[in-house]
């Protein structure tokens, strides 16, 4: 049923090797292998409720927060098994970052939403270092012009697509390696979105980005690869053009056609 | 009828007006199809129902209120002056005697001729004035239910003549606290002006002894006139605050953290069993405490103290304070753990997503958007710790003197306004009196320091969302 | 509309009150039992003088006799016609623990213990004492800890006017003081924690005791008698403390306890008058009777035939 | 940790700088965490040692009270005592007041025999040297007073029992209780016991036979408080005093509360008066309990002429007491519910009250119980107001509804704890708390099951 | 600034006059004059934080619910004043569905979910009826396959698309007049798009649909008419095929060409 592309060019980050995820005794994601590779865009698309976010919360163990879910399988980032009880979940948060689909600023002031994960890790020893980092997460998000002037007002007054920026500017000051966005552009217009695909484009330089987008568009637009799920099933996986111009899989085709349904 | 057949009838016809409302509501409906219905058919129905009740409910409520007045004045009118000249008794009391008399209660073997003549026209007017009363309600609940079952239209807005109605029950319920305030102000006020007539307001709130002779006002024999003693506040003040800070320093970090676990951390079952029965503390009588305290941690704290060098008295403020901090866990523990459990998932995750620890996030997101009602869960542990009373008397020493350091004698505010108001002292002299100047005092401190609690609040509220 | 009779007040006469209400309650088929409540003398006396009606009560406790002021706003509220009755006396004695020294005690011992300054070589100083041996020899070589009826208790008043005042007043240094200032300097306590007020019940003293072993406390008689396995009471100028004692008035510390009766109620409260009558009766507090048991001193006999007339005349204050 | 370091240097995954700097400040940071977690532990089992503590201190000291000493003996009726007429029946034609005058009268004809001879008589049977004159006295003292009004009631229910003979078991003085629990010290000296030495030859020999015997004290949940024969002295009238408060509290102060708290969280216009309504209510929690009966007693039995001593006061009074407590529960946890949920129901059309009834308090509701929980905890325990509304007394029966005089349990401890006999200021008022927290529990079982079930996380 | 499209055909369902709106002393929108005509579907678009969402709150006066924001200006519907004091707002909401931005499903079973409006509003006198209601509901947002097994299982646990088509059939469900749609396809793959979109085009024969979308494409299939915000200003309203292939504004042909920023 999956179909992995084994010849995939630069480094593995991270494997995922017959993923199952069960919310009480449903199962949610049917044994999904997939490797994510370093410096990459990889965009995972499919239709609503297919397991896709689920999946993306598999890769830094969001999932462990909801009591009923359940994972079995391994994924290993950088060759270590992330679900190792050894390992520091606290360390793989911060290595992988998360934007969720649903916004959910802090009910603080824009700035400390802001400032919250670099002060947590120690990122900026002195105030000026925060501001800049505060300014340029902001920047870099598209929002600093809208909010320079309101940085001590709540978090929560800022209208959707603003607080859609301010999660992703909040998660990119804290540089993670990985950084996995559920949907970050869903209550965004052109304008703003395009600008936060710069931003992809840009952090691709340095950091993995797995994207969740129900915009083939943009999927075409800014990934490298395309896994496209459905039901719970990885069908297919490839280098985006060749998903978009020549799938493979029936299904995958009927669903970017849109003939699917 | 008595009244409580009155009710029943009552809630019977209440019940009887929803249905008609409903079904007339279901009619009209039926009828006016072009006009939708402001509101639902159930909304009708209770609508009836209310005008059914609430006016006779009144009417109940005030004759019930009135009528022994009116009747007894009737009575009083018909008494025979001659007789009640000879037996030259208060009138109150024959009035009680034929009202005795006439609900056929105690032996009153005694009982002269007209007494028992009043006692018999007492009880005709009171049949009849019953008799009157359930026309009367019949006949309001009847029209009530008949003008607002003829009321029902498309138009008529029967779920905003119920909400109004809940509203009102709402506001009333909420005043209570608002009377309960001006109830207990009003019931200390004039003692305590009494009391400043003894004792010059200046000595009271500034005097730094506290030392009340037993009253000795107007002991004509005894050796002792004259010297009534000192009516200083501070030290019972200094002494309310010691403890209550002890308290809350024991509380407050031992609650919080209660919670954190239990909310954050615990298993659902460890959780579900740990919390009721931490709850136990708040409904521990305050005796035991008191008898605990005195009997086991004092001596434990001497001794401990003693170890390490330190001269702890056996009663002493900190003994007090730890008790009673033990006593309001639960207030902090419990309201703590729901709200915190209450803060939404989606803030948990945005914290741990980041790379949050769970202490992290628990401190810095979690806490402060459950800010505002863990001050208010903390606010009132305070409040039971200033108001505590049996814990002191027995822990603290009961020796009033101005002290800051926890490990000496102290007393407080409320065990000294119980002990003045129900030792055996002479109602009527300062020593008793204090109480109520005590009383207002503390009152008035805690109202202001209730003001600043709410100011912070304000300044750091957070909503989420 | 009230059937049973409503008492209230003084906490030292509760036991006997409410052993009377039962054996009343037990005897008069007709009556109910009578309801006694605490709530101290002041308190009772307080809801006493309330006023006239069926929601307040008809007889208040005391354990000292009502006072001027307190008539006075008895008469305010209507209630014109108290009815004082005297049932008997309270002992009250000085006991330390049973494992500790014997005390055998004088007033000025006392005073010496608890004065916060005391007369020494014609001047004044402050309390030096802390041990009863430096008061003196005959006393038992222990720190001083003096556990004291709390000042609102009416013990507190018998105590200080007959021990500790007349102790200080032995002092020719005390004599030598005006008048006014005798009491004063008589009364001030030592505030370093030797003397312990006890706002509670003797058991709570009891509790002290059982705390510290050097503690002296004051007891009632009765509650003594009842704990002789546990603390030895002191002797008061070489007096010990028994009823036969008390009623021939040779042990100084003791007290008469009062009840008073709402005359307005009399006749309108079922059973008020025949439980006043009971109470003082001799089947109920005389010798070998309930309440002797209980650890009532009784009155001698002309005195109670004096009180029950008062009552059936309604004789008021 | 160690193992992750091993591996990441096995994997030479070379970490950026942000996140060096992130591992860097993890060991500090999980050492906090640990800490955290552990403080919040110790806290839990803290607390959880100090209601252990304070349990077996109670336990330790009330199980025993539930079992008192009972003598067995064969009593007979005796008609030659019981020289008593025919019990009256109501005749056709009489009046009620007439009847009961007329039953009054015999059962005070009963009440005049002396049942003690029966007792006596009875002990005679199995002490026969207690027959002799100079015992008499003694013997007199073995079974507790109140047990003839015992007997005397079962002749008043039943005449035909006299001239029968009939076993049973009556409770022993209590100092007899005391001496045979050994909480006095058997080998002391006569002067420092409380029971004479025939009595306690006597009794060593009863009990060594087993007719004198530990018997399960129901009289201590049968009876209501008696001072003349502490031997049967029981909790009932508190027990139920209690219980009526409660339930005035639970249907009173609840409702009226969780009313208070949703019309100033949700409909109150913010400001300056509800403020100052606000903390009003904040404060009210801090008055000193015992002013709350100063109002009750001037409120509840001055103006609205409630009965004294009665339990309907008892739970007014404790209900304005409580009332605070709930209100800021409720509040607490009003404020901390999502608007969301709130918006979401108000754009379906339904009004802010029907947004509130069915969707902001059903989520509430644990924090609401939670209130009444503590609330009735709390009330349950607090004996100052009832000082002043006449229920800290000595009442002698059992109250048959809420409007009759009454006394309640803290108050029953209150007075027990300041009894001279040790029985009660020792075991029996422990015995009295357990009452009281079983009660509570009791009381609460429902609330704490339905808090559980609506407790969810979402 | 307004411009207005006046020979608009059709009966006028509501009418905005000068509508200002203030979060505290911000001005969030400067004076909007806007009609919604009678069964059309009319699309809101803008860059994010231009105040869409603000607006389409004050159509059903859900703005009250927000301590610091007031409103100022008329609003009419079938010329009634909605802000009239006398007006029940409660059957303005009624009449007025909307579908909020963020999916705020109740935390209650799915069923239950969609139930509460119909039980509010007594739509459904059976039991029978009422399953009915929530079937069709949820097949029309085309969600009912999903989750017709888990009907009893909480809202909350649906993925962040199901939600949001919850959120759709929980609004239709009552069968409001005029139904404000903030985003609805936001989290929506587009075949659960174009489910809604048929669902629109359906609703448009008795409804009249104010949608908020920043999916230029989308507003040009559903809409009847676009209107175009920008920073608080309405800035040009018109047939949605005339505002996309003919702008008057500058700033609209940047904004949908996507040259704006
Ligand atoms: N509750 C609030 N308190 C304060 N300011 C607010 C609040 N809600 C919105 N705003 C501000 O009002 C402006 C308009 O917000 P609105 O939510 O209407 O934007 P929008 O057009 O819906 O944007 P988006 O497409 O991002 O949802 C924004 O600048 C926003 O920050
Ligand atoms: N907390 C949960 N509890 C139970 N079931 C869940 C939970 N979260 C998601 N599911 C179910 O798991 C499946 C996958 O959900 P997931 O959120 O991964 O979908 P998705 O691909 O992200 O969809 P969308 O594009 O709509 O966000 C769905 O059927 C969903 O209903
Ligand atoms: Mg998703
Ligand atoms: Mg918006």
Known sequence: MTAIETNSSGKVKMTARDVRVFYGDNEAIHGVDLDVIENEVIAFIGPSGCGKSTFLRCLNRMNDTIDICRVTGSIKMDGRDIYDPSLDVVQLRAQVGMVFQKPNPFPKSIYENIAYGPRLHGLASRKSELDDVVESSLRRAGLWNEVKDRLDQPGTGLSGGQQQRLCIARSIAVSPDVILMDEPCSALDPIATSIIEELIDELKQNFTIVIVTHNMQQAARVSDRTAFFHLGDLIEIGATNEVFTNPKNKRTEDYITGRYG | MSNFSLIVLLLALMAIGYQLGMVRSRKVAAVNLQQKMHSRPHHYGMMVGLWAVIPAFFILVLWTLLSPGVINSMVAAQLPAEALAAEGMNADVIMRRISNLAANFGVVAEAEQWELAAAAYMQQLKSSSALLLTGLIAAIAGAGLFFSYKRIKPQLRARHQIERTIKAVLVICSTIAILTTIGIVLSMVGETIKFFTFVPPADFFFGTTWNPRFSTTGVSEGSLTGSQGSFGLLPLLSGTMLVAAIALLVAIPLGLMVAIYLAEYAPAKFRATAKPIIEVLAGIPTIVYGFFALVTVGPFLADLGASIGLTIRATSALTAGVVMGIMIIPFISSLSDDIITQVPKALRDASLGLGATKSETVRKVVLPAALPGIVGAVLLAASRAIGETMIVVLAAGNSPALTANPFEAVSTVTVTIVNQLTGDNDFASPQSLVAFALGLTLFVITLLLNVVALVIVRKYREQYE | NRDTVQVAGSSTVLPFASIAAEEFGNNFAQFRTPVVGSGGSSGGLRQFCQGVGTNTIDIANSSRQIRPAEVAACKENGVNEIIEVKIGYDGIVFASRIDAGIFKLKPEHVFLAQAAQVPQNGKMVANPYTNWQQIDKSLPDQAILLAIPGSNHGTREVYEEKVIIDGCKTFAEVQAMPKAEQNNFCLAMRTDGSVIEIAGDYTETLARLQAQKNALGVFGLSFYEANRDRIKVATVSGVEPTVDNIIAGTYPVSRPLFFYVKGEHIGVIPGLKEFAEYFVSDAASGFGSPLEAAGLIPLDDDERAKILADIRAKKSL | ?458
């Open chain 4, 1 to 458: 940790m160690n193992s992750e370091q091993a591996s990441s240097a096995e994997n030479p995954a070379p970490l950026s700088k942000t996140q060096r700097q992130v591992a860097a400040s993890l060991g500090r940071r999980h050492r906090q965490e640990k800490l955290f977690k552990s403080i919040g532990l110790t806290a839990v089992i803290i607390s959880l040692i100090l209601v252990a503590i304070l349990f077996i201190n109670i336990f330790a000291k009330g199980v025993p009270a539930f079992w008192q000493s009972a003598i067995t003996l064969d009593i007979y009726f005796d008609p030659e005592i019981i020289q008593i007429s025919e019990k009256p029946v109501q005749q056709p034609d009489e009046t009620e007041n007439a009847f009961r005058q007329r039953y009054l009268e015999w059962q005070t004809e009963v009440g005049m025999v002396n049942f003690n001879r029966l007792i006596l008589d009875g002990l005679y049977k199995v002490i026969p040297e207690a027959s002799e004159r100079q015992f008499r006295r003694d013997a007199a003292r073995i079974v507790t007073s109140g047990e003839r009004y015992a007997l005397r009631d079962m002749v008043i229910e039943n005449p035909a029992i006299i001239g029968q003979t009939k076993t049973v078991h009556l409770l022993t003085d209590a100092n007899i209780d005391v001496w045979l629990k050994g909480n006095i010290d058997r080998d002391l000296p006569d002067s420092q016991q409380q029971l004479s030495p025939k009595v306690r030859e006597w009794v060593a020999t009863l009990s060594e036979q087993g007719i004198i015997e530990n018997r399960f004290s129901f009289a201590l949940f049968m009876n209501p408080d008696s001072r003349s024969s502490l031997a049967s002295a029981g909790l009932a009238g508190a027990f139920m005093g209690s219980l009526y408060m409660m339930l005035v509290v639970i249907f009173l102060a609840v409702p009226m509360g969780v009313a208070a708290a949703i019309y100033l969280e949700e409909f109150a216009p913010k400001n300056k008066l509800t403020d100052l309504v606000e903390v009003n209510i904040n404060n009210l929690a801090a008055v000193p309990s015992i002013v709350f009966g100063l109002l009750g007693a001037s409120v509840f039995i001055g103006w609205f002429n409630l009965p004294m001593s009665a339990p309907v006061v008892g739970g007014l009074v404790l209900s304005l007491m409580t009332l605070p407590t709930v209100i800021i529960a409720t509040r607490s946890t009003l404020k901390a519910i999502p608007p969301s949920i709130r918006q979401a129901a108000l754009g379906l059309g339904a009004s802010k009250m029907q947004a509130i009834f069915h969707h902001v308090l059903p989520l509430a509701v644990p924090g609401i119980l939670t209130g009444a929980i503590i609330g009735v905890a709390q009330a349950l325990g607090e004996t100052a107001p009832l000082l002043l509304i006449g229920m800290k007394s000595f009442v002698a029966q059992i109250p048959s509804g809420p409007f009759e005089q009454s006394t309640a349990l803290p108050v029953q401890i209150y007075l027990w704890q300041g009894n001279e006999l040790r029985n009660f200021f020792e075991a029996r008022t422990s015995a009295a708390i357990i009452v009281l927290l079983a009660l509570m529990l009791s009381l609460n079982a429902l609330a704490i099951w339905l808090r559980k079930k609506y407790e969810k996380r979402w």
